[in-house]
T-cell receptor, first 117, second 116 residues
Framework: GAVVSQHPSWVICKSGTSVKIECRSL??????MFWYRQFPKQSLMLMAT?????????EQGVEKDKFLINHASLTLSTLTVTSAHPEDSSFYIC?????????????FGPGTRLTVT | AQKITQTQPGMFVQEKEAVTLDCTYD???????LFWYKQPSSGEMIFLIY??????QNATEGRYSLNFQKARKSANLVISASQLGDSAMYFC?????????????FGTGTRLQVFP
C-alpha cells in the first residue's frame, strides 16, 4: 500500500512551452502533497506545499506564476511549469501525506525528469 | 545556518561490514522529527527510519538503526551487514514540529558505495 505515482517519468520540452506533471496517490487519500526539485548531485529542495481544495504555499524564492500547482482532489496534485527554460531542467519529486495512519510518513513518487531544450 | 548537515559526501564500505553515516541538525524547537531516506540511481526516495525528538530509545528498522544523541544534535544512521544493494545516496531530513504538514528539510546527502 501507500503508492504514489508520477506522470510522466521523464519529459523533454522546448524552451517557452509549458509542461504538466501529475502526482497521484494510488491507494490512499492525501490532503497534503509536497513538490520538491532536485538538481543533479544536489539535495531535494521543497518548492511548495499543496493542500486539497486550497491554494498552494510556496517556499521563498519559488515563482508561483511559473510553477502552478493544483490539488484538485484528494488523490491528485499537478505541477505545471509554465514557459519553461533550460534552467528549469531538473528532477521533480512529489510526496503525499495520508489523511490517516502514522503521522510522520510521507510517501514519495518516483520523480519526473524534465529537460528543457 | 544549515539546518541539516551531512559532512560525508561519499563513503565506502565492504560488503557485510557496518557503516555509519553522519547527520547533525540545528533547531530550537523541542518537537521535531528526524528521517533517513535512501535514493538509488533510479531516483525514488525510499523511507528508511524515523526518530521523534521525544523518543527515548534509538529507532531501529531491520539492518538500519539511528544513533540519536539529542544533546549533541546528531542523528547518525548505522547500516549493519552492508549489501551491494545498499549502494545509493542517503539523505538525512528534519521536520520541525510534529504535525503531518510540517515540511521536510534535507541535508546534502552521502553517497554510499558498497564493494565486494
Amino acid at each position: 500500500g501507500a503508492v504514489v505515482s508520477q506522470h510522466p517519468s521523464w519529459v523533454i520540452c522546448k524552451s517557452g512551452t509549458s509542461v504538466k506533471i501529475e502526482c497521484r496517490s494510488l491507494d490512499f487519500q492525501a490532503t497534503t502533497m509536497f513538490w520538491y526539485r532536485q538538481f543533479p548531485k544536489q539535495s531535494l529542495m521543497l518548492m511548495a506545499t499543496s493542500n486539497e481544495g486550497s491554494k498552494a504555499t510556496y517556499e521563498q524564492g519559488v515563482e508561483k506564476d511559473k510553477f502552478l500547482i493544483n490539488h484538485a482532489s484528494l488523490t491528485l496534485s499537478t505541477l505545471t511549469v509554465t514557459s519553461a527554460h533550460p534552467e528549469d531542467s531538473s528532477f521533480y519529486i512529489c510526496s503525499a501525506l495520508p489523511g490517516t495512519g502514522i503521522s510522520y510518513e510521507q510517501y514519495f513518487g518516483p520523480g519526473t525528469r524534465l529537460t528543457v531544450t | 545556518a544549515q539546518k541539516i548537515t551531512q559532512t560525508q559526501p561519499g563513503m565506502f564500505v565492504q560488503e557485510k561490514e557496518a557503516v555509519t553515516l553522519d547527520c547533525t541538525y540545528d533547531t530550537s524547537d523541542q518537537s521535531y522529527g528526524l528521517f533517513w531516506y535512501k535514493q538509488p540511481s533510479s531516483g525514488e526516495m525510499i523511507f528508511l527510519i524515523y526518530q521523534g525528538s521525544y523518543d527515548e530509545q534509538n529507532a531501529t528498522e531491520g539492518r538500519y538503526s539511528l544513533n540519536f544523541q539529542k544533546a549533541r544534535k546528531s542523528a547518525n544512521l548505522v547500516i549493519s551487514a552492508s549489501q551491494l544493494g545498499d549502494s545509493a545516496m542517503y539523505f538525512c531530513a528534519m521536520r520541525e514540529g510534529l504535525g503531518n504538514t510540517d515540511k521536510l528539510i534535507f541535508g546534502t546527502g552521502t553517497r554510499l558505495q558498497v564493494f565486494p
